[in-house]
């Protein structure tokens, strides 16, 4: 060991006896070097963690993955942020979509407001699909103060820098959801607001705001924020959008929904595959992305996607016979059970020596696929509502049975009303059978304003 090197290691040993003895212990009979090379290792992971713990950046509780640095380098690769997304929400870490006042370019981390104490982690303006670096430093170069909406930054940004294009990635990835203003009704004002903010950019170029007296205070006046729609797409469409624009979805999912339904039909979810057995029979239900298909030597089609599910992805080999079968319900993007078997994924060349020895990778062979709705429609025996007394108006339970007439199947309904300091009352409404449809179920939730449907 060199001069330097031993006194280094001698103010370690000093400082920290705590891990010398544990560097001692775990490496009995090692020359001193090797004991020291070991120590900087522990002392690192010490680091590490209590840099965690103060930033968030990676999982708590001396987790070793690091969220931002992952986040950041594989932005690119759904089949990987998808579980370091859903494993930051398993460790309490909140995950936020981008906003142009509080994102940089890569992913940040900062404090969690609603949780004193806790980080947040933000997507950066650089996640977004479509939006360059070019019009990312526009948008830093005009953030001198926070924008107070979608009118005030086309005011300011250079819109020769960043065009409609940009401005629909913004609003589909959520960065304007600070507003308050539903991302439809935001998204249709974005042509009025660029014309807007180009005559603005005009007039200051020319000096026409001192010409009519009011200067530079006229200058920096927020524009007025004309958005006057209150209407938001469907949470389907949304988050269609924003899946387009980040290539995740961040503030929903579309399985979300049918969360009881996954438990009841489902064997695993994506993350549980990794306990799976080899060649065992699974059922996961998911949304299937990233369709591609290629020849074999015998020429036969095979056909590959990934499905995903709110706990990560994992891939699908769909063999020839199956594609034709169930193409168009794989391609439909829509929640589908995936019946299969788990084998182990075959890597190759460069794949081969990323892949992590320790971390198995398991795909689903895939035998059979339903909708989910078909799948629960077959199973379902009543759907169940739970009112309480202020939402079971007699106007309300009117509008209830015209609604179910409109969905005639053969699923027995019931009622159960709370009423304040009584026991809940069940009516079974023996003369209404519906279809347990996805329509039937948000409208009956939209009627009372909240979730009050279940399938049984």
């Known amino acids: 060991m060199c ?17 010398y003895d544990r560097s001692a212990r775990t490496n009995a009979g090692v020359k001193e070097a090797g004991r020291a090379r070991s120590f900087g290792h522990l002392l690192g992971s010490h680091r590490l963690r209590r840099t965690a713990r103060r930033t968030g950046n990676v999982r708590p509780h001396g987790g070793r993955r690091p969220q931002l640095p992952l986040l950041t380098s594989e932005k690119d690769n759904t089949d990987k942020v998808v ?16 906003d142009v006042n509080e994102s940089d ?21 650089g996640a977004i699909r479509g939006v360059g670096e070019n019009a990312i430093e526009a948008i830093l170069a005009a953030r001198k103060k926070p924008f107070a909406g979608l009118f005030d930054f086309c005011a300011r940004i250079d819109t020769r820098r960043i065009n409609k294009k940009v401005v629909e990635a913004l609003v589909t990835a959520g960065a304007f959801d600070f507003t308050g203003k539903p ?11 660029l014309q807007q903010g180009a005559s603005a950019q005009k007039d200051r170029e020319s ?14 006046e927020p524009p007025e924020e004309r958005v006057s729609g209150k209407e938001e797409w469907s949470e389907r469409e949304r988050l269609a959008l924003e899946k387009q624009a980040l290539g995740f979805y961040i503030t929903g999912h579309p399985l979300a929904r049918y969360a009881e339904d996954v438990k009841r039909f489902a064997t695993h979810t994506c993350s549980s595959l990794a306990t799976a057995r080899g060649f065992e029979k699974v059922a996961v239900a998911g ?5 591609r298909e290629r020849l074999t030597k015998t020429g036969k089609k095979i056909a590959f996607a990934m499905l995903e599910d709110l706990t990560g992805a994992r891939d699908l080999v769909i063999y020839e016979d199956i594609v034709q079968k169930y193409e168009s319900l794989l391609k439909a993007d829509e929640p589908v059970l995936v019946r299969g078997v788990v084998r182990m994924a075959e890597k190759f060349g460069n794949e081969a020596q990323q892949q992590d020895a320790a971390e198995p990778s398991p795909e689903i062979k895939v035998d059979e696929v339903s909708r989910l709705t078909d799948v629960r429609a077959a199973k379902a025996t009543r759907v169940e ?15 209830l049975k015209s609604l179910f007439g409109k969905f005639p199947g053969s699923c027995a309904t019931s009622l159960s009303i709370v009423l304040p300091g009584a026991s809940e009352t069940k009516i079974a409404i023996k003369s209404l059978r519906v279809a347990p449809s996805d329509d039937l179920l948000a409208a009956v939730d939209r009627l009372f304003g909240g979730k009050v449907a279940q399938v049984r």
């Open 3 to 19: 001069a330097r090197a031993h006194g280094q290691w001698q103010r370690c040993q000093a400082r920290f006896p705590a891990f």
């Open 83 to 98: 579980p370091h997304i859903a494993g930051a929400r398993a460790d309490g870490i909140t995950v936020l979509p981008p």
């Open 105 to 125: 370019l890569a992913f940040g981390v900062g404090p969690d407001p609603k949780n004193p104490g806790r980080f947040l982690i933000r997507f950066g303006l």
């Open 183 to 193: 991302r439809r009704a935001l998204f249709e004002c974005i042509e009025a607001a």
């Open 207 to 220: 000096g026409q705001f001192g010409l009519f007296g009011g200067g530079a205070k006229a200058a920096d």
């Open 287 to 291: 949304i299937v992305q990233g369709w």
């Open 385 to 399: 509502l739970k009112l309480s007394a202020e939402q079971a108006t007699s106007e309300k339970l009117a509008e």
